[in-house]
């Protein structure tokens, strides 16, 4: 990767930014409208799945022992989870 003229090139520049900053945006809506879920609401965004898909997701739920009851997936995964 690297930054060429301003615009910045290579694997994963482009991947996922427009699911994750939704994510992002409805978590923050969610608290600006005053709604308050059953549970917390997290949001968990990793890197380099490409290379090591799942380990990243493995760990937010290992080390950090988040179990959620519901999950937003912004990318395919075949319904798998960590």
């Known amino acids: 990767a690297g930054v060429v003229d301003g615009y ?17 945006f409805a978590a923050g809506a969610l608290k600006e409208a005053g709604v308050k879920p059953a549970g917390d ?5 990793v890197v380099n799945e490409e290379r090591a898909e799942g380990v990243a997701m493995r760990r ?6 988040i179990r959620p009851d519901v999950v937003v997936l912004g990318e395919p995964t075949g319904l798998r989870l960590a």
Request: proline share 0%.
């Open 60 to 65: 937010v739920v290992e080390d950090l022992r």
């Open 41 to 45: 609401v997290h949001v968990a965004a």
């Open 8 to 24: 910045l090139y290579g694997r994963g520049s482009a991947d996922m930014k427009a699911a994750v900053a939704a994510q992002v």
